[in-house]
């Protein structure tokens, strides 16, 4: 049996780029299925392939073109035309916000003064609670000098000015409340028509809105990525494996012919004497070697035919008595340890 032949090594080049091509092409397999166009009420979702590009493995050097995809979206034509009709109130308020932006720029340059906002809503307030305070504190203190007089407290006495005080204080008090209320409203007055033109404004700048097209969800699918490296490894593995076992295998036969010539003993190896012969390898130097039964027995054996052993070394060959071949092993076998 020849010994058998070491198996090589993968390139770790190779399995690189075994390994990276196999990734690359998951790569877009995945993005492929997941790239899944999409129809809706309110417009299409669509990818297309619009280009590549170019990409050098480092290691390797070798070159992958990756496809590079374009999303478009495009609205039903009912959401087309309210996409158009919005633009153009947009823009129309725009050049509308635009020319009155330059009014509230003036307006915010001038300081806002409450003092003056405020006097002329005073003026009106004042000028109406006058008119109906005023007859009413004249009734009541008509009243009261009359029930002060009926009682004998004289006018200018210090029990007239004490009963006279308290409707003095609640005069005043409505007065104040009159105009602290004129206050706050003339404040508020001011303030409304000062916020005005902005508020305009900001109501111009809204408009209606497009309604997007709203799409499901799309199935995300993923290929897993092939070991490729671990399989070239693992194949390499039981490559070196079955080598180790044909090297004991060759040893283990070797062995047992270079036992079979021991002592310079002669066997008897004639293709006469044999039965199922069968051609099952080489030695190291080139000798076939059989596997076969002797005629009688069932019992397999393996060795040289003597006939071949007597072209290659005759000196390795004795004949009987009745014209059989017997082969020394040890002397055939010499060029082959």
Do not use: C, H
């Not at 079979?260 to 030695?283: E, P, Q």
């Amino acid at each position: 049996m020849s010994k058998p032949d070491a198996p090589t090594p993968p390139d770790p080049k190779q399995t690189a780029a075994a390994s990276t091509g196999t990734n690359v092409a998951t790569a877009l397999a995945n993005a492929s299925l997941n790239q899944i166009n999409q129809v809706g009420p309110n417009g299409s979702l669509t990818y297309n392939q619009s280009g590549s590009t170019k990409f050098t493995d480092p290691y390797t050097g070798q070159t992958y073109n990756i496809p590079k995809y374009t999303q478009t979206t495009t609205l039903s034509p009912e959401q087309q035309q309210l996409y158009d009709l919005n633009n153009q109130t947009q823009q129309n308020l725009g050049n509308i916000g635009v020319q009155q932006s330059g009014k509230i720029g003036e307006l915010l340059n001038t300081p806002f003064d409450p003092a003056t906002a405020n006097k002329a809503v005073e003026d009106k307030i004042a000028s109406l609670g006058s008119a109906r305070l005023d007859p009413m504190f004249e009734r009541k203190r008509d009243a009261l000098n009359t029930r002060l007089a009926n009682q004998g407290i004289q006018i200018g006495s210090e029990a007239w000015k004490a009963a006279t005080s308290q409707l003095g204080q609640d005069e005043n008090d409505a007065y104040g409340q009159l105009f602290l209320n004129g206050q706050q409203q003339a404040f508020g007055q001011a303030q409304a028509t000062r916020n005005q033109p902005i508020n305009e404004i900001t109501a111009l700048m809204s408009g209606s809105q497009v309604s997007q097209p709203n799409f499901g969800a799309t199935p995300q699918t993923t290929i897993p990525t092939t070991d490729t490296a671990g399989l070239i490894n693992n194949q390499f593995s039981q490559q070196q494996q079955q080598y180790q076992t044909g090297v004991s295998q060759q040893n283990a036969l070797l062995g047992g012919l270079f036992g079979l010539g021991a002592a310079g003993v002669y066997k008897y190896s004639d293709r006469r004497l044999k039965k199922n012969i069968k051609k099952i390898g080489k030695t190291n130097d080139g000798q076939n070697l059989y596997r076969y039964e002797y005629k009688g027995s069932d019992t397999p054996e393996v060795g040289l035919m003597a006939d071949e052993v007597l072209k290659r070394d005759p000196s390795a060959v004795a004949f009987t008595p009745s014209g059989l071949m017997a082969v020394n092993y040890e002397k055939a076998l010499e060029s082959a340890v």
